[in-house]
């Protein structure tokens, strides 16, 4: 199986919940990735030499936000196989959008794990 | 106010009889029919009331009609009541136009035909009752647009509460992530017995971060806290000697870390001692809302602190280099839940300024920013020194 199969994408604006999302996932023995909007996210996500097993979304952010990340994501068929499990602190915004899985914020531990676990090796 | 107003007439004639054959004339109308004996008494009453229409004699002791109509014209409330002169003097026109140029619409002449006083006396009661519904609809639809206005404003006033609840329950619940999957990861590994397992460089970052998180809690409930004993009066001033540059230079030094993150160099030479009587805790309010901004807007650029005495006041000011405030926002950012900048893109409450607004309001200073897009913002407060 190929190594690159157990890597995740964290696109979060808020400082605090990247680094603590990062070491966690890691803990549980994934590698993470972040990306601070969907700008930094798509530049993230097309540098990868293999796509993600999972991609972990906010969507209200800064510059490009999760909707036009998503935007891009589906539309390219390279990407558009790729989970993805939306955090959002607004369930209700979440609904317009097609995810594997939404996660309404403070996400709980085993709600997290749960979902990344669900998809990956 | 009744569906039909009153009508009040007014008679004025020297003598008794001709009184009561008016009051006779009008019965069965449904007019309040006012009598008096002279013109100075005629006055005290257009004082008083208004009328549909003034009965006056001309040939009066003392004050005849034509000087009494004069008096009755520069009375503001009876400015422009009909008056109809009563008059036994044969018609010249001369005379009529004297009368006219006095105040009167129409003339009558003695003796009295009946029919003829009540139809023209009915044609003015015609008018002002006309003119009274145009009042009374006029009143309606200033109270209508007044009320219209009022809740356009109760409507502006809710929404920007309502915007700012959403923010408030949005940047509380932001630093409950971390926590909770701080926690609940090291509930789990320690329960399962591999803590030790763990890198302890990873365990103080984690710590870090929530300790991040805290204070940012913290921050956000104090600030709550200030802006609900603003609003309900119970804010008060702790005065004490204080000197500002120290008071700087602290801030400065509890923001090492973040200045270091957020790239912005700082420069600040005081070294002249300033001693005010403040509230040191709030002046430090102050000045770390004015610096967290700076820091936030700064563009990663150098910021500049500044303190000068002017007399008897103290000015000092927090120069930034970074994105700059549109002039049409000057005034309202030192307003509760405003902001220049939208909620996508900046955290925050929006209270910060707010809230230092009122502390140097409460110090008898006041605070300004002179600031354009892209050309940075310098924030400026000045202090009585006593």
């Known amino acids: ?121 | 106010m009744s569906k039909f107003p009153t009508v009040k007439i007014l008679v004025v004639d020297d003598r008794p009889a001709n009184l009561i054959a008016m009051q006779a004339a009008f019965q069965g109308c449904g007019y309040i029919v006012i009598e008096c004996l002279s013109g100075l008494e005629a006055l005290e009453h257009v004082k008083n009331h208004d009328f549909a229409c003034i009965l006056l004699d001309v040939q009066m002791p003392i004050l005849d009609g034509f000087g009494t109509a004069r008096l009755i014209r520069k009375e503001p409330r009876s400015r422009s009541t009909p008056i109809i002169f009563a008059t036994a003097i044969n018609r010249t026109e001369e005379y009529e136009e004297f009368g006219y140029v006095a105040g009167a619409v129409d003339f009558l002449f003695k003796p009295f035909n009946i029919n003829i006083l009540r139809a023209k006396v009915a044609v003015f009661v015609e008018l002002y009752l006309q003119h009274e519904e145009i009042k009374r609809k006029n009143i309606l639809l200033e109270e209508a647009i007044l009320k219209a206005k009022e809740n356009e404003k109760l409507k502006r006033a809710l929404a920007s509460r309502d915007e700012f609840l959403m923010m408030a329950s949005h940047e509380l619940k932001t630093p409950i992530t971390p926590l909770t999957l701080q926690m609940e990861a090291f509930i789990q590994i320690f329960e399962e017995g591999s803590a030790a397992t763990m890198d302890p460089v990873r365990l103080l970052r984690m710590l870090h971060t929530s300790h991040g998180q805290v204070n940012r809690l913290s921050r956000l409930i104090n600030d709550l806290v200030d802006v609900s004993k603003l609003s309900t009066g119970k804010f008060y001033l702790d005065l004490q000697k204080v000197n500002l540059p120290d008071l700087i230079n602290k801030v400065i030094t509890d923001f090492k870390e973040q200045l270091r993150k957020s790239g912005c160099e700082i420069k600040f030479n005081g070294d002249e001692a300033v001693i005010g009587l403040w509230d040191g805790f709030r002046i430090e309010q102050v000045l770390v809302n004015l610096l967290t901004n700076a820091m936030k807007y700064g563009a990663g650029k150098p910021i500049e602190i500044e303190a000068k005495i002017k007399r008897e006041k103290v000015v000092f000011s927090i120069k930034d280099n970074g994105i700059g405030i549109e002039p049409e926002a000057h005034s309202r950012i030192f307003q509760r839940f405003e902001r220049a900048v939208s909620p996508m893109h900046y955290s925050g409450l929006g209270l910060g300024l707010y809230i230092s607004h009122q502390i140097v309001s409460y110090h008898n200073g006041r605070i300004w920013v002179e600031s354009a897009p892209d050309a940075g913002a310098r924030f400026s407060v000045e202090l009585p020194l006593n």
């Not at chain 1, 972040?34 to 996210?41: L, M, N």
């Not at chain 1, 999760?66 to 989970?83: E, S």
């Open chain 1, 1 to 121: 199986m190929n190594q690159e199969r157990n890597n995740i994408l964290v696109i979060d604006d808020d400082p605090g919940i990247r680094q603590m999302m990062q070491d966690v996932l890691e803990i549980y023995g994934y590698n993470v990735l972040t990306a601070c909007d969907g700008g930094q996210g798509i530049s993230t996500l097309t540098s990868m030499k293999h796509p993600p097993s999972v991609i972990v979304l906010d969507l209200m952010m800064p510059g490009l936000n999760g909707w036009d990340f998503l935007d891009f994501q589906r539309n390219n068929p390279q990407y558009a196989d790729v989970p993805v499990v939306i955090c959002s602190a607004y369930g209700e915004s979440a609904k317009s959008v097609r995810a594997q899985k939404v996660l309404v914020k403070p996400v709980k531990l085993d709600s997290l794990v749960g979902a990344v676990r669900t998809y990956c090796v």
